[in-house]
Structures are given as C-alpha cells and as structure tokens.
C-alpha cells in the first residue's frame, strides 16, 4: 500500500512568518511532486510542483524542497499572509497515479 | 470561470432518493475523476476515467454508480445512500492520468448531505 505522510496536521502562523509543511513518501517510482491548496468552499488547485532532477524550486514567496535519498519533500510559505490562511496537500504522483497526503490546515494571525 | 464545473454544488437528499451529480470540464482533457472529501479521510480517490473508460474503481459501494458518456461530462449517480456518505463530492480532470503529467484541475465541489 503506497503511504504519504503530510505533517504537522494544522499550523498557526504569524503574519510575516515563514510557513514549513513536510510530506514523506514511499514510493520510489513517483516523479512528480506537487502541492495544492485550497480555500474554503473552493476544490484544490495546484500550487507549486517539482520533478526529481532538482532539488529545489521557488516562485514568488512558495518554495518546495526536495530530498530524493530521504523520500520526502516540503513547502515553505516566505513572509506568510493571511490570505495564505488554506489547507495545503502534497500529491506526489507516478505511474499514473496520485496519491494525497491527508492535509495541512494553515491559518495566519493578522 | 472555472475550467470543471460541478452541479448541483449543494444537494440534500434522503435516503431512499436518486439524484445525479454532474461535472463537466472545458479544458480539453482527457482524464476524469471523481473525489469524496471528508473530515475523517480528506480526499478518498473514487472514480477514474480515461478517454470514457473507467480505469479505477477504488472499492466504491455499488450505491455510487459513475457515468462518462464522453471525455467531458462525468456523472455520479446515487441510490440508497446511507449518512455517512454525506460529503464533499470533487471531480478532477487531467490531460492525460494524472501519474503521468501530474497536475488535476478541480471542480468547486458538490456538498452532499444524506438525512
């Protein structure tokens, strides 16, 4: 059975901070690493990803992580804001499958 | 406007009733999922379709009966629901399955609750 483990479970920011979510992963042949966010009411929508020939990809304040030889992966939120206040989920994905990882609530304090 | 859309997005049904959840997707894909999202297990893999074939039934109840008459339009019909089916309902689309070029693109969701 493949396993994703997200952690922490929820996480509270203050505004300015610097938001740090880690996904684990099992499977070995997975080669796309992706995170989605999303906002209450609304589906998840893909954030940020990387493919495993780099071990580190930013956009803007977003910054994934990627440790191959560990099996794991993390999004860090720069100079974090209140309308990043979400729930974030890693998805890595390979050999046609995705498999989610159960969750970060993330809630910034103004 | 969002590229999956998903009606009804709020239903209320009894146990005994049939209804249908419908999505449909206008970005060309050829992937489509259906999601349940729940407090307990946050997103539970349903349905998959690829190219109208379903290609995963992930031990869903025979209660959830899923159709895709054509790479743009999934349903998801439901008979005999029991409460704990009460949820939100999430279709995905992909350009290919989604392992392979990894991104899905969600619909807002239909939200379920079974009296």
């Known amino acids: 059975q493949q396993q994703v483990k997200q952690s922490p479970q929820s996480l509270i920011v203050q505004k300015g901070g610097i938001s740090i979510i880690n996904c684990a992963y099992e499977?070995?042949?997975?080669?796309?690493f992706p995170w989605y966010q999303q906002f209450p009411g609304k589906g998840p929508a893909l954030l940020i990803a990387?493919?495993?020939?780099?071990s580190e990809k930013k956009e803007g304040r977003f910054t994934i992580s990627f440790n191959k030889s560990a099996k794991q992966f993390s999004l860090h939120i720069m100079d974090s804001q209140p309308g990043d206040s979400a729930t974030y989920f890693c998805?890595?994905?390979?050999?046609?499958?995705?498999?989610f990882g159960k969750g970060t609530r993330l809630h910034i304090l103004p | 406007e969002t590229g999956v859309t998903q009606t009804p997005r709020h239903l209320v049904m009894g146990m005994t009733n049939k209804k249908s959840l419908k999505c449909e997707q206008h970005?060309?894909?050829?992937?489509m999922y259906w999601y349940k999202q729940s407090a307990k297990k946050p997103l539970e893999l349903m349905f998959v379709?690829?190219?109208?074939?379903?290609?995963e039934n992930n031990s869903v109840p025979s209660r959830f009966s899923p159709e895709c008459p054509n790479s743009s339009h999934l349903f998801l019909h439901l008979h005999t629901l029991q409460p704990e089916d009460s949820a939100l309902y999430l279709c995905?689309?992909?350009?290919?399955?989604?392992?392979?070029?990894?991104?899905?693109?969600f619909g807002e969701g239909s939200r379920l609750t079974v009296l």
């Open positions: 499977n070995t042949a997975f080669d796309y």
């Open positions: 998805a890595p994905g390979g050999e046609d499958k995705i498999i």
């Open positions: 379709y690829n190219f109208k074939e379903q290609t």
């Open positions: 995905a689309s992909s350009r290919n399955l989604a392992g392979v070029t990894g991104e899905l693109f």
């Open positions: 970005l060309g894909h050829n992937a």
């Open positions: 990387i493919r495993p020939d780099v």
